[in-house]
């Protein structure tokens, strides 16, 4: 509990502003009804909010990089203030959906601003913890604030004064804080035609996550009112639908680590479908307790949708692309939250009340049978490359708190490096000189200095380590590397300019390359992202003086990073051709002293039917770099991937067509129970000389059986 300390004020602050919410939530529905409005006119008022919330996730974090996360954050809740008071002077449809956009885009905002916040206050060993708690927070503050409509009528204008007196009290916690605040780092976006390629389960998950729970969340009240339930339990149902969405992410969660996801995602909108059919039933029937039971149920498995979705979109993509997905998939969410309350209500005002649990079932039945046919084309991700599940909160933009994007996130921020940070911000253009005088009087602080300021200025990245390492030269190394997994952009350059001190020092040929395989390990440990980058310099470097050891540098960096083997392999034969073969064996025999066959399978499954295999795209990569060692590396390949001889042999056939029959038999010598099918796909790729091929292949063998005999 002592770890969340220093988190308590800025979960007060959340707590409070989400019981705001979740009071308006309640309160505007209810009086639009008592007022006579129409139920489609209530679902369009109630969707405007996620319009905000889409136009404050696309836009929020360029107000908080302008001015500051405590003034934005000041700002947005004076506009919550005055929305909430606007809504009890107007009671206007049309008055009230433009303020619905207004409070969507200050809590995306607000959301934001925690977010990062908290982010960056937390380390890697807390940070599922300080993530689960501020889930918890969310969900309670949100249930908190809907038992207050207890307090007054729904048309009382007090309940509006305690929404903006909550909106009110959220700043203090914020406003006394003696953080400086976040820093916003800009990401890049992922296009959503590339991602839905990655993941359609995500893209189209995370949509009908976003429909089914904007509708329950927002006409839920009404589907009360319009079948008598009282004030009391109007507000105790909805309360009961935050608690199912917070309390059933947990069994559930573990269920989908353990399991395939899209089976466990099946099995939740089932249960789904069934507490929806059930509800209505119990409620027609004034069975309260049951229906509150199948209103956390089918809240809570509702809530699962979204985070199973984004898991199975994670699995599929690398840890650089997660934060980039994550802004694509909110917007996916968003869109599902404008379309859900008003296609929602349209249902309703033909169908009446209950027809919003058939709405529910609808949408969850078609994802069902989205999932299925998923199922059906595409095997699930292997467990180990599988990221783990992590709950989400009812309006999911934590992207800056999910633990699985953070690839290249600091584990902790000493003082020294944070008054580096402080002062920066006032003085950008001198982060260098800034970190330099702090370093140099606190050297044992210098690594951690480095490493953070690098993180927050990654475009002084080069320069900043440059001269902390000359100026304290006997960190110049941990100062380098950790520079380069702060900053993975500076890695190539932080590479050269420490081979060339190696090189400098004239080191004999053993002690050098000792030295530049010491370099390539720690850079790599810390940026394993720039492996092929890396070992490409390295290799450059050793060239020369050492060019029998380049393989070796090759062999380290498809190690440390076993995903980039064939980049890595082809950036270093560009570099150092002449060594081509021996870092295709050096490469290939880390292939196959790390055979994975679910791995394998999985990867063919997500590529087109023309994938090769891992053993035969380094044949052909490094046989395209090198067409005049083409053979011998195939050869090379082959010998030590035999399961990959026959893909191998078509593939290169196909460079050097008149030297088919060649390629054939040096391929069959080294593997030869793969003979067979080394010839037959030969001479399927290349049909026009196959009879060729076959002549050479039996001559070849009476050959050999001749001299067989002579020799017994």
């Not at 466990?264 to 039971?293: D, H, R």
């Not at 000792?514 to 940026?527: F, G, H, I, P, V």
């Amino acid at each position: 509990m002592k770890a969340l300390n220093p988190f308590l004020p800025l979960f007060l602050s959340c707590t409070l502003l989400l019981m705001g919410n979740g009071l308006l939530f309640i309160i505007i529905p209810m009086s639009m009804r008592l007022d006579g409005q129409d139920t489609d006119a209530i679902g369009l008022v109630m969707s405007l909010y996620f319009v905000g919330m889409l136009l404050g996730s696309l836009y929020g974090k360029n107000l908080i990089s302008r001015v500051g996360h405590i003034r934005i954050f000041a700002a947005c809740a004076s506009v919550a203030t005055m929305c909430a008071l606007l809504h009890s002077i107007w009671s206007v449809p049309v008055v009230w959906g433009l303020l619905r956009v207004l409070i969507g885009f200050t809590n995306a905002t607000f959301f934001m601003t925690m977010e990062t916040w908290l982010s960056e206050s937390s380390t890697r060993e807390n940070r599922a913890t300080v993530l689960g708690s501020y889930q918890f927070v969310t969900y309670f503050g949100l249930a908190l604030g809907q038992l207050m409509l207890n307090f007054a009528e729904p048309q009382d204008p007090i309940l509006y004064i305690y929404v903006a007196m909550l909106f009110c009290l959220c700043m203090i916690p914020v406003l006394m804080s003696r953080s400086g605040g976040p820093r916003i780092n800009e990401s890049e976006s992922m296009p959503l035609k590339i991602l839905y390629k990655t993941s359609p389960l995500g893209v189209i998950g995370i949509m009908i996550s976003g429909i089914c729970l904007g509708a329950l969340y927002n006409m839920s009240s009404i589907y009360g009112a319009d079948v008598g339930m009282t004030k009391s339990q109007i507000a105790t149902f909805m309360s009961a639908t935050m608690v199912g969405g917070f309390l059933l992410q947990f069994p559930v969660g573990k269920l989908a680590d353990l399991f395939d996801r899209r089976t466990v995602l099946v099995i939740t909108l089932l249960v789904a479908c069934f507490a929806a059919m059930v509800l209505p039933i119990m409620a027609s029937q004034g069975e309260m307790a049951i229906t509150i039971a199948c209103a956390i149920i089918l809240s809570g498995a509702l809530a699962c949708v979204y985070p199973i979705a984004l898991a199975d979109a994670f699995d599929r993509l690398k840890p650089t692309e997660m934060v980039a997905a994550s802004g694509k998939l909110i917007l996916a969410y968003s869109t599902g939250g404008v379309i859900g309350p008003y296609t929602s209500s349209l249902v309703m005002k033909h169908m009446g009340a209950g027809a919003l649990f058939g709405y529910l079932i609808v949408a969850c039945l078609v994802l069902i049978t989205f999932v299925m046919y998923r199922m059906s084309i595409r095997s699930a991700v292997p467990d180990a490359l599988q990221e783990s599940f992590v709950m989400q909160g009812m309006a999911p933009m934590a992207t800056e708190l999910d633990p699985r994007t953070e690839y290249n996130s600091l584990d902790e921020t000493s003082i020294a490096a944070e008054t580096v940070l402080l002062l920066a911000e006032e003085n950008p253009d001198d982060v260098v000189e800034i970190a330099l005088s702090i370093a140099l009087n606190q050297p044992e602080e210098a690594v951690n200095i480095a490493q953070a300021t690098a993180y927050n200025y990654p475009d002084d990245a080069v320069v900043l380590a440059i001269t902390l390492a000359n100026e304290l030269p006997h960190l110049k190394l941990d100062i380098i590397t950790n520079v380069a997994g702060s900053a993975p952009s500076s890695g190539a350059d932080l590479a050269r300019y420490m081979c060339g001190l190696i090189k400098q020092q004239k080191l004999d040929p053993e002690a050098s390359f000792n030295a530049l395989s010491r370099l390539t390990l720690k850079l790599l440990d810390e940026a394993p992202l720039q492996a092929a980058e890396i070992a490409a310099i390295v290799s450059h470097e050793i060239a020369d003086d050492m060019p029998e050891l380049v393989a070796q540098i090759a062999v380290l960096a498809a190690q440390a990073a076993p995903d980039q083997r064939v980049e890595v392999a082809t950036a270093v034969t560009q570099e150092v051709p002449e060594a081509s073969v021996e870092i295709a064996t050096g490469v290939a025999e880390t292939i196959a002293s790390s055979p994975d066959e679910e791995l394998h399978s999985f990867l063919a499954g997500e590529e087109n039917d023309d994938y090769l295999g891992e053993g035969a795209e380094l044949a052909i990569a490094l046989g395209q770099e090198t067409p005049e060692q083409a053979f011998d590396i195939a050869t090379a390949v082959a010998e030590i991937l035999p399961e990959d001889a026959a893909q191998v042999a078509e593939s290169i056939a196909q460079t050097d067509p008149e030297n088919a029959s060649e390629l054939v038999d040096s391929i069959s010598e080294v593997a030869p129970e793969m003979a067979d099918d080394v010839m037959y796909a030969v001479a399927s790729s290349l049909p026009e000389q196959a009879e060729e091929i076959l002549q050479d292949v039996l001559m070849d063998a009476e050959a050999n059986e001749q001299a067989d005999r002579q020799v017994s």
